[in-house]
C-alpha cells in the first residue's frame, strides 16, 4: 500500500470504467414481470443499428436471460488468461453468467458471491472501444446494485415500469436508490403501455394509463418511451431474435429506436454538462 494512503479508513475505493467504456447505462426496475430484460436486449441493438459501440451486461446472476433473447444459447466465450472474450450479434457484445453454466443450473450463492461473479463479468471482459455498455441488473435494489453504484462509474439509470400502481410504486423505489448514490436517471420507460388488438386495431390500456407519466413528473424526469404489449415483441425475443433485429422497420421496432434516440441525446447532453462545470483548484 502507498505511503499515506487512506484505505482501511473507510475510504471508498475509486470508481473505474473498464478500459476502453465511455458510458455506462444501467437498466433496472423496481419488481420483475415488467419486460426489463426486453428493453435491455432492443434498446442495445438499436443503439447499435445507430451506429454506436456496444456491449451488454447480464447482470442477473439468479435469472440470466441475455443468452436467450440474443440468440446465443448455448455457446461459451473464449478465456484466456483471466480474460473474458465476449459474445457478439446483431452488433452487439455480449457477457452473462448464463454462458457458463448449464440452462438449468441454480445459481445457489450468497450476495458476496454473485457481486464478485458480475463484478468479474465487468471487469475481466475484453469489451474493446465501447460508446455504451448497457447493464441488464436485476429486479429490485439488491446487493448487485450497491455493489455496481460503489465500485463503477455509472453515466445514468433508465428505469423500467407498467402502468400498473404496484410496478409505478416499486418504480419509485428503484429512482429513489438511484437519487441516493448519486446517480442521474435518464428517466422512465413505461412498458406494456398499450395493447393493440391484432383481429380489430382497437388499442386498449390493460394495465392502467397515465401513472408513469405522474411519476416522471414527480420524481422531474422525462418518459422516455411508451412501448407496446405486443405478441411479437415477446415471439421474437424468445426465438433469440430482439425485434429491431429482427422487423426493423416495424411499428414496435421504431418504439425501442426512438428510445435508443432519447437515451443517446440524454447522454450526450449529461456529459456536456460535466464538462462545462468548471474545476475549482484549492
Known sequence: ????????????????????????????????????STTAVNLAVAMAQSGAKVGLLDADIYGPSIPQ?????????????????????????????????????????????????????????AWGELDY??????????????????????TAAVVVTTPQDIALLDCRKGIAMFDKVHVPTLGIVENMSTFTCPHCGESTHIFDHGGADKLAKLHNVDVLGKLPLDLAIRE??????????????????????????????KVEKLNSRKLSIPIVQG
Open 1 to 36: 500500500m502507498a505511503c499515506g494512503s487512506k484505505q482501511g479508513q473507510g475510504q471508498m475505493p475509486e470508481k473505474k470504467m473498464p478500459e476502453g467504456v465511455k458510458n455506462i447505462i444501467a437498466v433496472a426496475s423496481g419488481k420483475g414481470g415488467v419486460g426489463k
Open 69 to 125: 433473447m440474443m440468440g446465443l444459447a448455448g455457446r461459451q466465450p473464449d478465456v484466456n488468461d483471466r480474460t473474458i472474450f465476449p459474445l457478439e450479434n446483431y452488433g452487439v457484445k455480449t457477457i452473462s453468467i448464463g454462458y457458463m453454466i448449464k440452462e438449468e443450473q441454480a445459481m445457489i450463492w450468497r450476495g458476496p458471491m454473485v457481486s464478485g461473479a458480475v463484478m468479474q463479468l465487468l471487469n475481466d471482459v
Open 133 to 154: 455498455l448497457v447493464i441488464d441488473l436485476p429486479p429490485g435494489t439488491g446487493d448487485i446494485h450497491l455493489t455496481m453504484v460503489q465500485s463503477v462509474p455509472l
Open 236 to 265: 421474437m425475443s424468445d426465438a433469440g431474435t430482439p425485434i429491431t433485429a429482427a422487423k426493423p422497420d416495424s411499428e414496435q421496432a421504431r418504439a425501442y429506436l426512438n428510445l435508443a434516440d432519447s437515451v443517446m441525446l
